[in-house]
């Protein structure tokens, strides 16, 4: 069996951070989308600057799809490094289960943006802008809140793992 890696593999933290600027990208700018939809549902045309932006909204959200794939075979490929001794039993099943569901996500929020812009369907669109949305939003504020326990309180290296470990 091969060795736990102390830290991330280049391929890995590059993912991690272009799939962080995307899906924050498209949690921010999600406007146009919600515009068209609102167009449609009145009837009418949404404009052009509206499609173009929901195009690439939707764009984003098929890279993400892609690039989770990616990242899924590398994580299972290459590993993750193990969660520091500080960490308590109890924290480092909710790291598994945090990260856990940020891959769950990376394939269902797609999924059920292109279900909803593609397929008109109303509960994958209400899915998608609703519940999985601020799922999202409150791992990410768990991850870095995480993250921030582990710099100042534990002062584990774990930030360095992603970054420059």
Same mark, same amino acid.
């Given at each position: ?8 593999? #280049?391929?890995?933290?590059?993912? *991690? ?32 600057e509206?499609?173009? =932006?929901?195009? #690439? *909204? ?9 690039l ?23 924290l ?14 990376? =394939? ?17 669109? =209400?899915? *998608? ?10 791992? #990410?504020?768990?991850? #870095?809140?995480?993250?921030?326990? *582990? ?15």
């Amino acid at each position: 069996m091969a060795a736990v890696p102390t830290s991330y593999s #280049i391929p890995q933290k590059a993912l *991690h951070w272009l799939m962080a600027l995307l899906i924050l990208f498209n949690l921010v700018f999600a406007e146009s989308m919600e515009e068209v939809a609102e167009a449609y549902e009145r009837g009418e045309v949404p404009s052009a600057e509206d499609l173009t =932006f929901a195009n #690439i *909204h939707a764009y984003v959200g098929i890279a993400v799809l892609c690039l989770g794939l990616v990242r899924l075979a590398l994580r299972l490929t290459r590993g993750a490094p193990a969660a520091p001794a500080e960490e308590p039993p109890l924290l480092r099943l909710a790291s598994k289960l945090a990260h856990g569901t940020f891959y769950v996500l990376f =394939f269902l929020i797609p999924f059920s943006g292109i279900g909803a812009y593609y397929f008109g369907n109303e509960t994958a669109g =209400f899915l *998608h802008g609703g519940p999985l949305k601020s799922l999202m939003w409150l791992l #990410i504020a768990v991850h #870095i809140l995480a993250l921030l326990v *582990h710099q100042f309180y534990w002062k584990t290296p774990v930030a360095t793992r992603m970054t420059r470990g």
